[in-house]
């Protein structure tokens, strides 16, 4: 879906409590010259966000946020660190879960990141991770199967996806 339709559909469910995207990209308009764009952006970040200029944010009784940048297509994610940081901050009182996955390590500010840190640290469950890809050539057939002579991770049946550790992230957050 483009941004433009996701801005919509955003305004359209005022109750929803729960926001899980598997943001894949949107194929480029065709009289466009550009390639596969970001569905999810900063603009929806902020139309999320209470502040003094948006009173009214889309979706005000969100209590879990989870974004999968799963778009192959586009090198980096088109939310910054400054974006999710406001958002965070501004629903720390109501948000309970923040899970963003990426697809390659972000440049995110380091402050923004210690902050973010802190609300974590006060009980806010935060995660942003990053899918780790093996160096290029060296992809043999198992790539991205999981081992069925591995034992499970401890606590596998209690983590939020299937993929942490074992399975190729870095953890930002």
């Not at 974006?83 to 901050?89: H, Y």
């Not at 629903?91 to 995110?108: E, G, I, K, P, Y």
Request: hydrophobic share 30%; aromatic share 8%; glycine share 4%.
């Amino acid at each position: 879906m483009s941004p433009e339709v996701l801005t919509e559909w955003l305004t359209c469910v005022p109750r929803l409590s729960s926001l899980q995207l598997n943001d894949m990209g949107c194929p480029p308009i065709p009289e466009s010259s550009y390639s596969f764009i970001n569905t999810f952006r900063d603009l929806h970040l902020s139309s999320l966000t209470p502040s003094h200029e948006n009173p009214t944010p889309f979706c005000p009784k969100l209590t879990t946020f989870r974004l999968i940048n799963n778009d192959r297509h586009q090198a980096k994610s088109k939310i910054t660190s400054s974006a999710l940081l406001g958002f965070a901050q501004a629903r720390a009182s109501t948000l309970q879960s923040l899970d963003v996955f990426f697809n390659q390590d972000q440049c995110f500010a380091e402050t923004d990141l210690d902050t973010l840190r802190e609300l974590k640290k006060e009980g806010l469950k935060i995660r942003l991770h990053y899918a780790k890809h093996p160096p290029l050539g060296e992809h043999p057939p198992s790539t991205g199967l999981y081992p069925r002579h591995i034992p499970r991770p401890p606590g596998f049946a209690d983590q939020t996806s299937d993929m942490e550790g074992a399975f190729g992230t870095d953890y930002i957050v």
